[in-house]
């Protein structure tokens, strides 16, 4: 029982759900890329190779979280008192161990692929890996440049598998494959921004009390949901603007803003903080739902 409570914890801590989830359009995309490769007799991609890039991901997104933990440990003890894992069931002691020994697999595993089959991820992987750092000590306590970097670095991660797989998207040179590619890197962006802004209202508390200064500490409560309103409001004329360019992507995006039409009148009246959880996470399935209907409708 002990041990598998440890392992319940380490997985709270990596956030292994958030983690797999950040790799569904990478490998949405590899899949269609390679069913689209071997119908124009091109060479496939290699499976062992991708599956070696996916776990380059995995442990960027890993240790992003983990020192996400420690840096907001005392923020985390206001917000989430009885949830919070870093200082209450992990040491931070520990904690920085396991962000240390991922840190060192990524290198060795980030030199490999670098030096293999992949020479860009050698750029890549720093790139992401210290802006990741940047945000969890510096961007995320500003105004609005947390939310941003989040938000860029989410959405890069289908890039990825476009430097990779260069040589068959070019020769595919298909329409609703860049569209495909195009959704899964501006949709994430267009969603987490409000998203995480959102969020940042529910964790005003804490954050004040750690000295943080995101935008609803700054202009309160109220404005901030209007600033999201208004994000979600562009990314609802980016939808119709794109459904109109491309008719077939109205099946894919017209739930999505159904779910975003939802979401900004509930955010109205929502004041507690699981409120804003649970509205995030209907947002966050909307996205999701959106992403996978984009596959279907493309393929």
């Known amino acids: 029982m002990v041990l598998i409570r440890h392992i319940k914890h380490f997985l709270i801590l990596i956030r292994w759900f958030h983690a797999l989830l950040g790799l569904l359009p990478f490998i949405a995309l590899f899949l269609v890329i390679q069913h689209q490769s071997a119908d124009a007799n091109l060479p496939n991609l290699s499976v062992s190779e991708f599956v070696i890039l996916c776990l380059g991901v995995e442990l960027l997104m890993i240790t992003g979280f983990i020192l996400n933990d420690i840096v907001d440990r005392r923020i985390d003890q206001i917000n989430k008192p009885n949830k919070h894992i870093v200082g209450r069931v992990i040491s931070i002691k520990n904690a920085w161990l396991l962000f240390v020994f991922f840190t060192i697999t990524l290198l060795i595993l980030s ?29 995320k306590r500003s105004p609005m440049f947390g939310n941003i970097a989040m938000a860029f670095i989410t959405a890069g991660i289908p890039l990825v598998i476009t430097l990779y797989a260069q040589y068959n998207i070019q020769e595919l ?27 940042d209202i529910s964790d ?13 500490i700054l202009i309160g409560e109220k404005k901030s949901k209007q600033v999201v309103q208004l994000l979600l409001t562009i990314t609802l004329m980016t939808s119709i603007l794109v459904m109109t360019l491309f008719p077939y992507m109205i099946y894919a995006l017209l739930p999505l803003d159904m779910i975003i039409l939802i979401y900004m009148i509930k955010l109205r009246n929502t004041k507690q903080r699981k409120d804003y959880i649970k509205l995030g996470r209907f947002l966050w399935i909307g996205m999701i739902m959106a992403l996978i209907l984009t596959t279907i409708v493309c393929f």
């Open 204 to 216: 005003m508390e804490g954050d004040l009390k750690d000295g943080c200064n995101t935008l609803p």
């Open 173 to 199: 040179n298909s329409e609703r494959l860049y569209v495909l590619i195009a959704t899964y890197t501006l949709l994430p962006f267009m969603i987490i921004i409000p998203r995480e802004l959102s969020l």
């Open 111 to 139: 030199v490999y692929v670098s030096t293999t089959y992949f020479p860009e991820w050698a750029i890549i992987s720093p790139i992401i890996y210290l802006a990741s750092i940047a945000y969890d000590l510096y961007l």
